[in-house]
């Protein structure tokens, strides 16, 4: 008890300690805050009475300037005018020194740089004024030095122009010192009213420690006198309640001897050494590994399986995870060479400082991991047929390019090759000397000509425009649509809705291209249509092109596989393409209704 007292009375001595020490400290730094914003104000006054005096000089400089200058005019002698040109000069130099430290501050002067709006605005409306007066003093100084110097009727002009001016000059002047002067009136005022608060301040600070240090501290030392009563009586509770503790320890010893007991009977629960050694292992883990406890040697991962690479699978897993724990997934083996999966956690422990474990903690999931397998192996048997199927897609696209190709070549040598043959052997008939059969084979030569030139355009139409790489996707369609309209007669419209003129990359512009002119195609070759309409729209992260035509129609419900060889290769082609930028393909038709095909693709 009298030790429990001593150390309360310390801890009550060093809190008033430390009271006191914050009530000093705050009387002190209260007088030092005063001083200094005392010291400041009263060097402003102090640079306040310079500027007052500098300025009061500029008027007296102004009218000493103004006399010199009269006098100035009126002397003959030039030698008694070099003289006053001096004067001047020297007068001029203060005036004009002073008048800009006024506005800018001059250390040397003791001036400072800023000034208060009034004054800022005084100033404006005295500059032009000053600058009349100074450049006219220095035109009469530069006459003056004129070798030969001038005579004084020279610059009486500027003479006049002086006196003119220096009474603006002064009246000016006269405000900026009554302003200058107001200003430091204002800061003597304002410092007698800083004195008034910090005192004022000051006696608040020493009421407040009064009310919120001195008297709470006496009251603390009153309420520690009581608090060392009732620590006596605390002290017994506590002697009382370790009693009770006691108690509750035993209790809580035999719940968690049965706490054990269920994880052994409920989990599969095991206790490791670092190495591997069982140091424990619960019931249900025994009887299904059909483990003996009395077998104290038993490695762990040996008990969980018979093969020597799930042994070794499970012995890298506890000892590369001993000190950080791991959770996943093994492969075990009974001694009925039964496949178990068991979903196992780790974890690292110490049951005292001089020891370590590992506590197994595990379920069995073998259900689920067949279930899990058994999709997998579904999974890849899925992709495998899409690999086939995408296959089959390849050699279809190689054998239309070569059906192309070989449709080219024949339409070259059949079509054009046997044109230009005949265009030759016309060539060669024509016998200038009959007039009349030479202009009917002429004439013959201009429609076979044109055919051939048709031929060609028809021949190499399906090759890259040149509007597609030189100028982008809507020129290339402009192109498209207006060439088909031109060889087949239909009538196809091209309407670019928004405008669109940017360039997309050149794998997006050349399929964007081809199926546009795959379903153009299409509308042309089956649907047995009048009109096709193909518009384009744009937003800020979509392209989207639209051909519309109305033809006979079809029941779009039976293009669905390629595979089974529903929907013709154009589709298929169209669908990979837009797949390949990224882009979707709507296809929408009706018997009768004609058909439309939509393009969206991310731009």
Not at 81 to 106: C, F, M, P, V, Y
Request: charged share 25%; aromatic share 6%; net charge positive.
């Amino acid at each position: 008890m009298t030790k429990n007292g001593s150390s309360l009375d310390q801890r009550t001595f060093n809190k008033l300690s430390r009271l006191y020490i914050i009530a000093l400290s705050t009387i002190a730094l209260s007088v030092i805050i005063s001083q200094i914003l005392i010291r400041k104000h009263l060097n402003d006054q102090q640079s306040d009475s310079t500027v007052i005096n500098v300025a009061g000089r500029q008027r007296m400089l102004s009218q000493k300037l103004t006399k010199e200058i009269v006098s100035l005019s009126g002397e003959q002698s030039l030698e008694n005018r070099i003289l006053l040109k001096d004067r001047i000069k020297s007068t001029l130099s203060l005036w004009e020194l002073s008048h800009n430290a006024l506005q800018k501050g001059n250390d040397s002067l003791g001036l400072p740089e800023k000034n208060s709006p009034e004054i800022i605005t005084k100033f404006k409306e005295l500059n032009p004024v000053f600058d009349t007066i100074n450049h006219a003093v220095k035109s009469i100084i530069e006459k003056i030095e004129n070798v030969p110097p001038l005579s004084a009727n020279a610059y009486a002009f500027e003479v006049e122009k002086v006196k003119q001016n220096e009474g603006d000059f002064l009246l000016i002047m006269d405000q900026i010192v009554n302003q200058y002067d107001l200003e430091a009136d204002e800061k003597v005022a304002w410092l007698r009213k800083l004195e008034f608060w910090l005192m004022s301040l000051t006696l608040l600070i020493l009421l407040g420690e009064f009310l919120f240090i001195f008297w709470p501290t006496a009251k603390t030392v009153k309420a520690t006198l009581a608090g060392l009563l009732f620590a006596e009586k605390r002290a017994k509770k506590m002697a009382f309640d370790a009693d009770e503790l006691s108690i509750s320890k035993e209790k809580s010893i035999k719940e968690l001897r049965a706490l054990t007991h269920a994880m052994d009977e409920t989990l599969l629960f095991a206790r490791i050494s670092p190495s591997g050694n069982i140091v424990h292992m619960g019931n249900k883990f025994s009887r299904l590994f059909k483990f003996s406890k009395f077998n104290k040697s038993a490695v762990f991962w040996e008990v969980l399986a018979r093969n020597e690479n799930e042994q070794l699978v499970i012995e890298n897993i506890i000892l590369k995870h001993k000190k950080t724990g791991w959770q996943g997934e093994v492969k075990a083996t009974t001694k009925d060479n039964e496949s178990v999966w068991l979903e196992m956690a780790i974890i690292p422990f110490s049951p005292n400082e001089d020891k370590s474990e590992l506590l197994i903690i595990a379920s069995e999931i073998t259900e689920r991991k067949v279930a899990q397998l058994e999709i997998e192996r579904l999974t890849k048997k899925s992709f495998e047929e899409k690999m086939i199927n995408q296959k089959i897609i390849s050699s279809k696209i190689i054998e239309n390019q070569e059906k192309e190709q070989n449709r080219i070549a024949k339409d070259v040598h059949d079509g054009i090759g046997q044109m230009l043959t005949g265009l030759k052997y016309n060539l060669e008939s024509i016998d200038i000397n009959n007039v009349d059969k030479t202009a009917s084979k002429i004439e013959h030569l201009k429609e076979l000509t044109t055919n051939i030139i048709k031929g060609v355009r028809t021949a190499t139409f399906n090759l890259t425009p040149p509007e597609l790489s030189d100028h982008g996707i809507v020129p290339a369609i402009t192109k498209l649509t207006q060439e088909l309209a031109k060889l087949t007669g239909k009538n196809i419209v091209f309407f670019n809705k928004t405008d669109f003129n940017q360039r997309l990359d050149s794998l997006s512009e050349i399929n964007i291209y081809r199926i546009t002119q795959e379903a153009i195609n299409n509308a042309i070759k089956y649907a047995e249509s009048t009109h096709i309409l193909v518009s384009l729209s744009h937003s800020k992260n979509l392209l989207s092109i639209v051909i519309d035509d109305n033809g006979k129609g079809f029941d779009s419900s039976k293009i669905k596989n390629v595979k089974n060889g529903d929907g013709g290769m154009g589709m298929t082609f169209m669908r990979e393409r837009i797949k390949y930028i990224d882009g979707r393909l709507f296809l929408n038709s009706e018997i009768g209704k004609g058909t439309r095909v939509t393009l969206n693709i991310p731009i």
